[in-house]
């Protein structure tokens, strides 16, 4: 046994510590609730780096395809729509906090919470459990590369496209985003890789990270778990009072007793089919109008 958690520690990059433990069992419940997702030769940093490059591939691609103008365009409205529905999928996160047992949370979910309540450097600790469950997952995967771009695509076509590779680009960049956060200054550049490394820089010098509001994120307890706020991990222009008015909206609703089973999840899910495919078609929209 203490050969297999041997290999586990070293196949989820785990730095070893009082949750390295916790951590392995809960994937191993994972690993026979989803195999297609858990298993050993899917669940590594080899299909991270993998998926990482192919983004990276799609946008290198794009600049050079794509006039100039249409990549700034595509960059700007994309770094937009990944926050927009990154920040339900962390009002989510939040509602599992208060409404259900550790058992039913993904992998990524637990190494959050064990971040946010009681050991802070556990999400670059155990970064890779934490990055690529985050855009590799079941639910996740299918409203923020699927669900969230049928309307668009149906209305619009492929030249919309490159849209969709700017978001997927911005999308994969949150979690990196967050670590950066937490990761000691003088560690940085030991724990990301070199274009990454030199990527967040180059965010933080155009000031894009969004480090004081944060900060402020985390200024709630365990015992305090509705008062969260700020859910954007990326400067985004009116996001976290918007954000901050459906968080409290999804509680207002949950103390009606509306829902009698996870009521703060399902009234984030009931705002979001409202506003993610509007979202999403008005800025699919603009970037077709404006580059078509």
Request: glycine share 4%.
């Amino acid at each position: 046994m203490g050969k297999l958690k041997e290999k586990e520690t070293r196949r989820l990059c785990l730095e070893k510590g009082n949750n390295t433990e916790l951590i392995i069992e809960h994937m191993a419940v994972w690993k026979k609730k989803e195999p297609w997702f858990y298993a050993d030769w899917i669940f590594n940093q080899y299909t991270y780096y993998l998926i990482m490059t192919a983004i990276l591939c799609l946008v290198s691609s794009s600049l050079i395809i794509y006039p100039i103008t249409s990549n700034g365009f595509a960059a700007l409205i994309g770094y937009f729509l990944a926050q927009f529905i990154f920040q339900f999928g962390h009002m989510t996160t939040h509602a599992h906090y208060i409404e259900s047992e550790k058992e039913v949370w993904i992998p990524g979910i637990l190494v959050a919470y064990l971040h946010h309540y009681s050991a802070p450097k556990e999400i670059y600790k155990n970064w890779l459990v934490h990055r690529l469950n985050f855009i590799m997952q079941t639910r996740g995967c299918v409203v923020a590369y699927g669900l969230a771009w049928l309307l668009p695509f149906f209305l619009f076509g492929t030249p919309i496209l490159l849209l969709y590779f700017w978001f997927l680009f911005w999308f994969s960049m949150i979690e990196p985003v967050h670590e950066w956060y937490h990761v000691p200054e003088s560690k940085r550049k030991s724990h990301f890789s070199a274009p990454m490394y030199y990527g967040l820089r180059l965010f933080d010098f155009i000031g894009i990270l969004n480090e004081q509001d944060h900060i402020e994120h985390h200024q709630h307890s365990v015992d305090d778990l509705e008062s969260v706020i700020k859910f954007s991990d990326l400067y985004s222009p009116g996001a976290d009072m918007f954000f901050d008015w459906l968080w409290a909206n999804a509680l207002a609703i949950r103390n009606r007793k509306i829902f009698k089973y996870t009521p703060i999840r399902k009234a984030i899910y009931i705002q979001g089919i409202i506003l993610i495919p509007l979202v999403f078609c008005l800025s699919s929209y603009l970037f077709y109008y404006f580059t078509g």
